[in-house]
């Protein structure tokens, strides 16, 4: 079974709208990194959250985590079309990063 | 300008046959990873390597071989094809550990195996 798992599997909203991925871990972390994957491109980092953090920014994107819980989300505010893509949440060990099988966003026009 | 370079792009191989994936990175990253990703899983890890040697490997088939021949070099070869392998393989690199750091990945290598 896979270490980080995120939900919904696929999503859509209109452009402008906000919208929010969550991740469930099954293991304690030293931290959880959100990526995105446009298509044909590799993933790139969006946010790493450690462990004794429960909130981090960048720009537009928020990450979230709890730890008693084991879980983070991810939110997008003023979504715009070229935020089309899926989203991953990641964590492991020092040398290995596991990955959820992400969250296909689309944001329609 | 790209920072990690992976050859080819795209590239078919009949079964059986042997491939070698390139991937330079420079960003002057300490280590180096591979990841394959196809239809049917998800993103998967295969190796780390750390100043060019093997810190994690989770692949099973010895078919599967990375090769540092320079600090910022780590391909990957593959033997005995199989339609199985096909998948798009990603290179990456991060300075200190993957997970407090940042993985860069390159734009991957998609290998389809007839």
């Known amino acids: 079974s896979q270490l980080a798992e995120e939900n919904p599997w696929a999503l859509s909203v209109h452009e402008g709208e906000s919208v929010t991925v969550n991740c469930s871990y099954k293991?304690?972390?030293?931290?959880l990194q959100w990526y995105r994957q446009k298509s044909g491109e590799g993933p790139a980092q969006l946010i790493l959250i450690r462990s004794n953090e429960r909130e981090k920014r960048n720009g537009r994107l928020r990450a979230t985590l709890d730890t008693s819980s084991q879980s983070s989300s991810l939110s997008i505010t003023a979504t715009r079309c070229e935020d089309t893509a899926v989203y991953f949440c990641?964590?492991?060990?020092?040398?290995?990063?596991?990955w959820g099988s992400g969250t296909k966003l689309i944001i329609k026009p | 300008d790209p920072k990690i370079i992976q050859k080819p792009k795209y590239l078919v191989a009949v079964t059986g046959s042997e491939k070698i994936l390139i991937c330079e990175q420079y960003?002057?990253?300490?280590?180096m990873y591979w990841y394959r990703q196809s239809a049917k899983k998800p993103l998967e890890f295969m190796f780390s390597?750390?100043?060019?040697?093997?810190?994690d490997n989770q692949t099973a088939s010895s078919r599967f071989q990375p090769q540092s021949s320079k600090k910022n070099h780590l391909d990957l070869q593959i033997t005995a094809l199989k339609p199985d392998d096909s998948a798009t393989y990603f290179c990456?690199?991060?300075?200190?550990?993957?997970?407090?750091?940042?993985?860069?990945f390159g734009e991957g290598s998609k290998l389809t195996v007839l």
């Open positions: 390597y750390s100043y060019q040697k093997l810190m």
């Open positions: 990456a690199s991060s300075q200190g550990g993957a997970n407090t750091g940042q993985l860069y």
């Open positions: 293991t304690s972390i030293t931290a």
């Open positions: 990641a964590t492991g060990s020092n040398y290995q990063l596991i």
């Open positions: 960003l002057g990253h300490n280590a």
